[in-house]
């Protein structure tokens, strides 16, 4: 008798940890947050100079003001924090004389190149990883207009409407 009441035990345990490990499972499936960060994104929407414009997986960035502006396309999406990475998408064709000394050619590959991470649905973390250069391995260009506008070392842009 104490054989089967040990077993019952035992079966019953084993069962509700699958079905418990089952439905968290599906709540992490549906529970996805739907988030929408199309708009333009600024750190000061009255007065900024950098600014970030997404529309759907592809994104423009005016990287520095009045010298270089780049179209980039998502990368990946990281659903568990809603961040998504990007990549540069071409070769800029609206550079000023800084843009011009670029090693454009190089810089066209599959690195991040910015990360945008939802703080709340009008706010995000903006990380500017700078280009990825394919021949020398490295990043390049590590600069951008927001850094400029902020004191802080973290870039936080509002959705300015």
């Known amino acids: 008798m104490k054989k089967v009441n040990i077993l019952v035990i035992l079966f019953s345990f084993v069962f509700f940890n699958c079905q418990k490990k089952s439905i968290i499972k599906d709540d992490i499936k549906t529970s996805t947050i739907q988030y929408s960060n199309d708009g333009s994104w600024m750190v000061s929407c009255e007065n900024g100079v950098g600014g970030l414009t997404i529309e759907g997986k592809d994104a423009s960035l005016i990287l520095l003001y009045n010298q270089i502006y ?4 998502e990368l990946k999406r990281f659903d568990f924090e809603n961040g998504i990475s990007y990549k540069l998408k071409e070769i800029p064709e609206d ?3 800084i843009g011009r000394n670029l090693n454009w050619k190089e810089y066209i590959n599959d690195e991040p190149i910015a990360y945008f991470k939802m ?8 990380y500017w990883y700078g280009f990825y250069n394919k021949k020398t391995k490295k990043r390049e ?3 951008n207009s927001f850094q400029q506008e902020t004191n802080s070392k973290e870039i936080i842009l509002k959705k300015c409407e």
């Not at 780049?70 to 396309?73: K, L, R, V, W």
């Not at 703080?119 to 903006?126: P, V």
């Open 95 to 97: 550079i000023g004389n």
């Open 70 to 73: 780049i179209d980039m396309t």
């Open 141 to 143: 260009f590590k600069e």
């Open 119 to 126: 703080i709340d649905d009008k706010t995000y973390h903006f």
